[in-house]
């Protein structure tokens, strides 16, 4: 499939079929007229994946969902994967995941569940086989912060200077769990999570599998460039994200109850903007949907 631009209008839609609204710069799109908690139609289903494909980051609005619901939307676009992370996943269903700062007596926890998810990232690229898409809901959200910004790294590296794209061309990285941890000052990997997750190899610059676009493909996740110095690797590395990250390439999540999100990890970014953890409530329900190599 060719890669299809942003700002092109998706077809008129006849009535009873889901509707988009693009963000101002065609990243991120709204999904209008269409209920989650129902099965969702073929044709319904493939408006959506086209917008995906599109917009790279979509947003539902309104979407009172339970988990089962949830996970039944997420394995429209594939097969689900489980979670490193034992602790967040949900007590009935393993592949659904609860970051909450939520006590069983209504009282917070005072801190931010995973404090890897308020750097950049993208989800599970610490395996052999990353996440396709991630697919939130909010069943709680806090009144001030708590906002989940993506950046689009396809626009990102298109942007970049021939001479940088050169410098990229045929590097690859090693993506660590142990080593996330470690930069976000998390509790270490577990000794069962290491063998579940050593350390992969991928390319600094992905293909999309779908699109064909490229993008760059770093994040939190990341140890080191292969054959590289640590420190020439770390300095090139955020010299990447500093520009990946700049406003024109972000687009802002702002929580609404009931919210349901999901973006294409392979062409994204994103992170969590700090909230007061210790006042407010705020809990997200994740399921992803497993991917492919980067190649």
């Known amino acids: 499939m060719p890669e299809l631009a942003a700002n092109t209008a998706l077809p008129a839609n006849a009535a009873g079929l889901p509707t988009i609204t693009p963000d101002e710069n065609g990243f991120g799109a709204e999904i209008g007229n269409i209920d989650l908690t129902q099965p969702i139609s073929d044709a319904a289903f493939e408006i959506i994946h086209e917008a995906f494909l599109r917009h790279k ?3 539902f ?17 594939g097969p689900l994967e489980g979670h490193i992370n ?11 995941q609860v970051f909450s700062n939520v006590k069983a007596d209504g009282t917070t926890t005072g ?35 708590g906002d989940t910004l993506f950046a689009d790294m396809a626009r990102a590296y298109g942007d970049l200077p021939q001479a940088t794209k050169d410098r990229l061309e045929g590097l690859m990285c090693v993506h660590d769990w ?30 999309h599998p779908e699109t064909g676009a490229k993008a760059l493909y770093i994040g939190n996740h ?19 994200e500093t520009h990946a990250t700049q406003p024109q390439y972000i687009y802002r999540h702002k929580w609404q ?26 809990a997200v329900h994740r399921v992803v949907v497993k991917g492919d190599r980067p190649y």
């Open 178 to 207: 142990k080593r996330s941890r470690e930069k976000s000052n998390e509790r270490p990997a577990t000794e069962d999570e290491m063998r579940a997750a050593p350390p992969v190899v991928h390319p600094m610059v992905r293909t």
């Open 257 to 282: 109850v009931d919210d349901v999100m999901m973006w294409d990890n392979r062409a994204t970014l994103h992170c969590v903007e700090p909230y007061d953890a210790a006042n407010e409530k705020r």
């Open 111 to 145: 801190v931010h569940p995973e404090k890897g998810t308020l750097v950049w990232h993208t989800d599970k690229s610490y395996v052999a086989e990353p996440s396709l898409t991630t697919i939130l809901r909010s069943p709680a959200i806090a009144k001030k912060g």
């Open 86 to 96: 034992v602790s967040t996943r949900h007590a009935k269903l393993p592949q659904v």
């Open 61 to 77: 609005r309104g979407q009172p969902l339970d988990d089962a619901a949830h996970q039944a939307f997420a394995q429209r676009f």
């Open 222 to 240: 990341t140890a080191c460039i292969v054959g590289w110095s640590w420190a020439d690797s770390d300095s090139f590395i955020a010299e990447l």
């Open 57 to 59: 980051v979509l947003v």
